[in-house]
């Protein structure tokens, strides 16, 4: 089981974010970071 890394809730599998806090769960924050990094890529050879 995971856990939120905010509040240490216990988050069941395939959850988003921390139903306790809001916070997004490790694998979301993944994805939010890849996006973020092909955003900077595309800000920068503009
Ligand atoms: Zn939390």
Same mark, same amino acid.
């Given at each position: 089981?995971?856990? $939120?890394?905010? $509040?240490?809730?216990?988050? /069941?599998?395939?959850? /988003?974010? $921390?139903?306790?806090?809001?916070?997004?769960?490790?694998?979301? &924050?993944?994805?939010?970071?890849?996006? /973020? &990094?092909?955003?900077?890529?595309?800000?920068?050879?503009?």
């Amino acid at each position: 089981m995971k856990y $939120c890394e905010n $509040c240490g809730k216990s988050l /069941k599998e395939g959850q /988003k974010y $921390c139903e306790n806090c809001g916070t997004a769960t490790e694998s979301n &924050r993944e994805t939010f970071n890849r996006i /973020k &990094r092909a955003e900077n890529l595309n800000k920068r050879k503009k």
